[in-house]
Each structure stands twice: as C-alpha cells, then as structure tokens.
C-alpha cells in the first residue's frame, strides 16, 4: 500500500510539473513584448552620390545632381561649370541605416540607398563616401561601396522596355562603418525600466509580479499601463547583463483590447479572440437589379402612311435573396459569431457591412477599426 501510495504521489507530481510547463510555454517572452530602457537602434540618414552607372542616372533636368558632382570635384580640387557635365552615369541618392545598441567604433553596418531624382536604375552603380548622421546632426557613420540591386531595368529608343522588381533602390552588406558611438553606460544603471510595445494595465500588472516573483523579492511595481520599474537587486549590480537575460525570458501572458479590423479596400477582417457580441438578431441578404435594354425596329405595312421608327424594349429582373434570420445569444464567442455567420452565407466583404451594423446597434463588444 505504501508503494502504490508512493507512486500515485510521484505520478501527480508529474502530471503537476506538466502542467507548468505547459503553462510556462504559453505567453511570449518579455523579449518580444518589451523592451528595456537605453536598449535601442538609432536611424541614421545621409546624402550621396552613386556612380558608374551605364547610362540610367538621373538625366541633365535634375540640377542638384549636377550641382552635388560639382561640389564634389571642387573639393577634390578639379574645377569645372555645371554647365559641362554630364550625369548620366551618375545618380543623387538618400542613404539610411540603422544604429544598433551598443554599437562600437569599427563595427559594420547595412545600409539602403535609394534614389531621389530621376534614374532608370543603380544597377551596377558605387556610392562615394557618404557621412550618415543622426538626429542631432552628428556623423555616426561613413557608407561606402557597390550596390546590389535585386532587379533590372531595360529599355529601347522606341520607348518600349522590360523592367523587374525596383531597380532604382539597392542595398550595400556592411557598407558603413562607425565612426561614433552614442554615449550610454548600460553597467551604472540602478534602476531598469521595462517598456511594454502595447501599453496595457493588465499585462504591466502580470509583468511585474512576474518579475517579484521570479528574483523571489519586490523589485518590480507597474508606474504605469506602459512602464515597469525594476530596482536592480545587489546581488546583481555587477552583473546587470545577466539580470535583463534572466529577465527578457519570461514568458507573459498579454491582454488585448476587443478590437475587430476592417480593410474595405481588400475585404479583409481580422477580429481577436475577446470579441463578444450582445443577443442580437442578423439577417443579411443581397438585393440584385438586372436591366437590359434592347433596340428594335418597327416598320409599318407595305404602301402605308406610317414610318420605319427604332424602340427601346427595358427587361427589368429583381433578385432578392432569401436569407434565414439568425439569433446570437449574449456573450457569444468569436467561433459562434463566425460560424453563424458563414451559415447564412456572408462573404468577407458583406461582414464588413454586418459588424458596421452589429456596431451600430450597439451589440459589439469591441472597438471597430476600418482601416
């Protein structure tokens, strides 16, 4: 008796830590959710120019590229008029890419060139020297390089061409290096703040006694729907990376708003899983009006006095359809709603109608975004 006791005992321990596990899987990790305070990218912005094209740059109306290679060979102490060139092989481009956090002098960055005046396309082009900076007007970064460009562009004197995906945007791997690094010093903070990326009551509350609960003390306490404050615990102020890495692995379990998305231009619904509905009664039929209009000759019989004249004969066909009436008792869920509603037959299209309407009586338990 004692054994099979024992083995009853160690079976529902378990199907206990099953359980738990199960229940520690669900929930997205704080990681994707959140993010940490000082922890983040930066946009980096800058002006260049790309040469060696073969005969797509920007043609001789776009002056500011005429004027930026001017400028260019000025400083390179080659004097030369406007007037004299020619930039057909060479193209005015915006240059972007993103700063990491934490990133150092010397570390590679990818960057986007895109085209600002009229080019046919950067296909084979180089980008010169390029200063990247950021909001307050810095240097950060230094891009250079040759592009690559996921498609072509081709096209006759006649005017006919064949072009595929964009040619007039391109990418360069590790085109720019860092020259500056943004002064933060990540090891002195005492206090963490935990930035939720969808502010919510309820998830900041789960979060922070989430964290209570895993460092075993009361660190953590919700300042507001969108910020959690997490004093950082002696034993690990001088191992700070490590805290943020036990941290961003927890799993929470987020609440969101009711909300039901509508895109009338695609036809495309998207309702969460608390969508709720009061008792509420739906009929929904399409009403078709068909007219056709046909032209026909009336001639009068030989050696009359009448005329040969044209009338209009209009055939008018009225199809309504018939629709069953649906009853939906309160509370009904997303799964009811949906299969209620596919059994009177209602397109996507019509339920955009339907929810406005449902909406309207004041029977949807959700915010209404039409996009």
């Given at each position: 008796m004692h054994v099979k006791s024992k083995f009853f005992l160690i079976t529902a321990c378990y199907f206990l830590f099953l359980m738990v596990m199960v229940g520690a899987a669900k929930g997205a990790r704080l990681k994707d959710i959140a993010s940490f305070k000082g922890v983040r990218s930066n946009q980096l912005v800058g002006y260049g120019l790309v040469v060696g094209l073969n005969g797509t740059g920007d043609g001789t109306g776009t002056e500011f590229t005429i004027q930026s290679l001017a400028n260019?060979?000025?400083?390179?102490?080659?004097?030369?008029?406007?007037?004299?060139?020619k930039v057909s092989n060479v193209a005015a481009v915006m240059v972007t890419a993103e700063l990491p956090p934490f990133a150092r002098i010397g570390s590679k960055l990818d960057v986007l060139?895109?085209?600002v005046g009229d080019a046919k396309s950067l296909e084979g082009g180089t980008l010169l020297l390029t200063p990247l900076k950021g909001a307050d007007n810095k240097v950060y970064a230094m891009a250079q390089g040759p592009l690559v460009v996921g498609g072509f562009a081709s096209s006759g004197q006649a005017g006919g061409g064949v072009k595929k995906n964009h040619p007039t945007v391109g990418r360069i791997p590790d085109g720019a290096t860092v020259e500056r690094e943004i002064p933060f010093h990540f090891d002195r903070m005492k206090d963490l703040i935990v930035t939720l990326n969808s502010p919510d009551f309820t998830t900041a509350t789960r979060v922070s006694n989430l964290i209570n609960r895993e460092l075993g003390l009361s660190a953590a306490y919700a300042a507001d729907p969108g910020t959690i404050k997490v004093k950082v615990p002696q034993n690990y102020s001088d191992n700070l990376v490590g805290l943020?890495?036990?941290?961003?692995q927890l799993r929470v379990q987020t609440d969101t708003k009711a909300r039901v998305i509508l895109d009338e231009r695609t036809g495309t619904v998207v309702m969460g899983e608390n969508v709720r509905i009061s008792s509420v009664a739906i009929a929904h039929g399409n009403l078709s009006v068909r007219i056709k209009e046909t032209k026909e000759v009336s001639q009068p019989p030989p050696f009359s006095q009448g005329r040969t004249v044209v009338t209009n004969n209009s055939q008018v066909n009225v199809n309504e359809e018939a629709r069953k009436l649906?009853?939906?008792?309160?509370?009904?869920?997303?799964?009811?709603?949906?299969?209620?509603?596919?059994?009177?037959?209602?397109?996507?299209?019509?339920?955009?109608?339907?929810?406005?309407?449902?909406?309207?009586?004041?029977?949807?338990?959700?915010?209404?975004?039409?996009?």
């Open positions: 260019m060979l000025e400083r390179m102490g080659i004097h030369v008029l406007p007037d004299d060139i060139v895109s085209s943020v890495a036990r941290l961003e649906i009853l939906m008792p309160e509370g009904a869920t997303l799964g009811e709603v949906v299969r209620a509603l596919n059994a009177i037959g209602v397109t996507p299209r019509d339920l955009i109608v339907v929810l406005q309407a449902i909406k309207a009586a004041g029977a949807l338990q959700a915010d209404l975004v039409i996009m």
